[in-house]
C-alpha cells in the first residue's frame, strides 16, 4: 500500500529550537511538496521539488525554514529557530511530475510553546 | 490576499439530502480546479476536479460545477451520507506554474 510517510506525527518544543520534519515520497514520485495548514489561511504551499532540485520556495519565511532532498526517498523542512506562530499542521505530498494525482502524508502537528 | 476563497465554515445537511459546498476565487488565469476532502488526523485526499474548457464534471454522488464568469465552483454531493462528514479543500492552479492554491475550507457534517 503505497503512502506519504511523515515523522514525526506530533512535536511539541519550545520557542527558539530547531524543528526537523521528515517526508518519504511514495517510491518513484519525484515530485515532492510541503504545505501548511492554519486556521486563518487554509492550506499554504510552503515549497516544492522535482527530481530533488528545489522548484519554487517563495511561500517559506526564508529567514528560519529551510527545504530539501538529500535523497530520492527523504524530504525535509526545517525551522530554526521556531516561533509560537509556527504552530501549525504541516503537510508532505509526493507526485509524479504534477500536483494532479499527488498523494498527502498524515502531516505533522506542529506545537511551539 | 485569499486567491481562493470558501465563505462557509461550516455545513450541516441531513443524510440522504443534497450537500452544496461553494468557492470562489480571483485570479482570472486559474485553469484547473479541485476539490479535495480531510477527515481529522489524515492528510487531504483528491475528491474530484475539473478543467476550465469544462463546467461540469461529475463523478458518482460528487459533481463540480465552474461558473468562470462568475469564478465560481461548487460541489454537489447527492445523497449525503454520514461517511462524508469531513473538511472540504477547494483548490485552484494555473497548470503551468504547477502550484496548487487552497481555500480554507468547509466543515461537512451529515447527521442522520
Known amino acids: 500500500d503505497a503512502r506519504v510517510t511523515q515523522t514525526p506525527r506530533h512535536k511539541v518544543t519550545e520557542m527558539g529550537q530547531e524543528v526537523t520534519m521528515r517526508c518519504q515520497p511514495i517510491l518513484g514520485h519525484n515530485t515532492v511538496f510541503w504545505y501548511r495548514q492554519t486556521m486563518m489561511q487554509g492550506l499554504e504551499l510552503l515549497a516544492y521539488f522535482r527530481n530533488r532540485a528545489p522548484l519554487d520556495d517563495s511561500g517559506m519565511p526564508k529567514d528560519r525554514f529551510s527545504a530539501e532532498m538529500p535523497d530520492a526517498t527523504l524530504a525535509t523542512l526545517k525551522i530554526q529557530p521556531s516561533e509560537p506562530r509556527d504552530s501549525a499542521v504541516y503537510f508532505c505530498?509526493?507526485?509524479?511530475?504534477?500536483?494532479?494525482?499527488?498523494?498527502f502524508g498524515s502531516g505533522t502537528q506542529l506545537s511551539v510553546l | 490576499d485569499q486567491q481562493v476563497k470558501q465563505n462557509s465554515p461550516s455545513l450541516s445537511v441531513q443524510e440522504g439530502r443534497i450537500s452544496i459546498l461553494n468557492c470562489d476565487y480571483t485570479?482570472?488565469?486559474?485553469?484547473?480546479f479541485l476539490w479535495y476532502k480531510k477527515y481529522p488526523a489524515e492528510g487531504p485526499t483528491f475528491l474530484i476536479s475539473?478543467?476550465?474548457?469544462?463546467d461540469k464534471n461529475e463523478d458518482g454522488r460528487f459533481t463540480v460545477f465552474l461558473n468562470k464568469s462568475a469564478k465560481h465552483l461548487s460541489l454537489h454531493i447527492v445523497p449525503s451520507q454520514p461517511g462524508d462528514s469531513a473538511v472540504y479543500f477547494c483548490a485552484a492552479s494555473e497548470r503551468r506554474t504547477d502550484k496548487l492554491i487552497f481555500g480554507t475550507g468547509t466543515r461537512l457534517q451529515v447527521f442522520p
Open positions: 505530498a509526493s507526485g509524479l511530475d504534477t500536483f494532479v494525482g499527488s498523494f
Open positions: 485570479n482570472s488565469m486559474f485553469d484547473y
Open positions: 475539473i478543467s476550465s474548457i469544462k
